[in-house]
């Protein structure tokens, strides 16, 4: 069974930026994208983006769309996200994800979540 592990989280200034990283143990193969999803005390898990595992296409929330890159490095079983300009609303537990029903980011077709790291946004 494919297992996730993020790590990269931490405290950072507004207008900082940090690098996430996903590492999957297993056949990534199994499945269509690799998603990064985020949430907040009291709020749902938040669809943030997405890459397609074999043909490395990528989709953003509007709400980071120029701000943050997904990328992967098949070689090493690894999805990144790096993110720039953060901001307070940034804040949240990071989560990645895995989906074999295709382009989406709902958290409801996403499984095999790792433990999530911790993204804190502030002064």
């Known amino acids: 069974q494919l297992q996730l592990v993020e790590s990269g989280g931490g405290l950072v200034q507004p207008g900082g930026s940090l690098r996430l990283s996903c590492v999957a143990s297993?056949?990534?193969?199994?499945?269509?994208?690799i998603g990064w999803f985020r949430q907040a005390p009291g709020k749902e898990r938040e669809g943030v983006s997405w890459?397609?595992?074999?043909?490395?296409?990528?989709f953003y929330a509007d709400s980071v769309k120029g701000r943050f890159i997904i990328s992967r490095d098949n070689a090493k079983n690894t999805v990144y996200l790096q993110m720039n300009s953060l901001r307070a609303e940034d804040t949240g537990v990071y989560y990645c994800?895995?989906?074999?029903?295709?382009?989406?980011?709902?958290?409801?077709?996403?499984?095999?979540w790792g433990q999530g790291t911790q993204v804190t946004v502030s002064s």
């Open positions: 994800g895995t989906t074999r029903v295709g382009a989406t980011l709902l958290a409801r077709y996403y499984g095999s």
């Open positions: 297993g056949f990534t193969s199994d499945y269509y994208a």
């Open positions: 890459i397609g595992i074999s043909d490395g296409r990528t």
